[in-house]
């Protein structure tokens, strides 16, 4: 069973309509949970970390919360630039410092 | 300041060579580690190295090894390659000790024929 599922595992947007996308986790106990961006080919870009239910975190277009099974990154009015792979992993309490990651949802946002 | 640097970004080989890629932490970053990241998949974890030693590994065979020099910089080798092993190789780098999250390179794209 993955620690870290995502969805949708894919989202088409047209330019404007806001979204949500989520990452569930099954850890017993967390540390960190972190979303990052990537685009084709290449590494993953930094956006989030939350470390405990109820707390939010934005930039830009972009709003990241946390509840105690699931995070959602809410995309309020994306443009065709936000179009990337959202990735989310999450670090054990207790555990390493390693993070495990989900699958991403791939975002397309057409103008 | 400069961020994760990989190199090469490019690579294509044959079944059964070996492979060695490169990656220089971020300035004041001490801890890399190594993911593989095949297509339509989440980063998974390699291996991290501290102060020059292997200090946690993930789910991969002897074929992956590595290394830690004095300056941080680091180097994944891979031996007796396989089609599987095609794929996104990112560096991560963090300050251990720190809260801050790791930040990642560009990665090295590997292709084995």
């Known amino acids: 069973e993955d620690q870290v599922t995502q969805s949708p595992e894919a989202l088409r947007l047209q330019e404007g309509e806001s979204s949500s996308l989520n990452c569930s986790y099954t850890?017993?106990?967390?540390?960190?949970l972190f979303w990052y961006r990537q685009d084709p080919g290449k590494g993953p870009e930094f956006l989030f970390t939350l470390y405990s239910a109820g707390e939010e975190k934005e930039k830009e277009r972009l709003k990241a919360t946390l509840t105690k099974k699931e995070s959602f990154l809410h995309i309020t009015a994306p443009k065709p630039e936000d179009s990337a792979t959202y990735l989310c992993?999450?670090?054990?309490?207790?555990?390493?410092?390693?993070?495990?990651f989900g699958r991403g949802t791939s975002l397309i946002v057409h103008p | 300041d400069a961020g994760v640097t990989q190199s090469p970004t490019h690579l294509i080989k044959t079944r059964g060579q070996q492979v060695t890629l490169r990656c220089s932490p971020k300035?004041?970053?001490?801890?890399v580690s190594w993911y593989q990241q095949a297509l339509g998949q989440g980063p998974q974890f390699i291996f991290q190295?501290?102060?020059?030693?292997?200090?946690q590994r993930g789910n991969f065979p002897d074929r992956f090894s590595g290394h830690q020099f004095p300056n941080y910089s680091s180097e994944l080798n891979v031996n007796a390659l396989l089609l599987g092993d095609s794929a996104l190789y990112l560096c991560?780098?963090?300050?251990?000790?720190?809260?801050?999250?790791?930040?990642f390179g560009p990665g090295t794209r590997l292709l084995v024929l």
């Open positions: 190295y501290y102060e020059e030693e292997e200090r």
């Open positions: 300035s004041g970053h001490d801890t």
């Open positions: 850890v017993s106990g967390l540390r960190g």
């Open positions: 991560a780098s963090r300050l251990t000790g720190s809260l801050e999250t790791q930040y």
């Open positions: 992993a999450v670090q054990e309490a207790g555990g390493s410092y390693i993070p495990t």
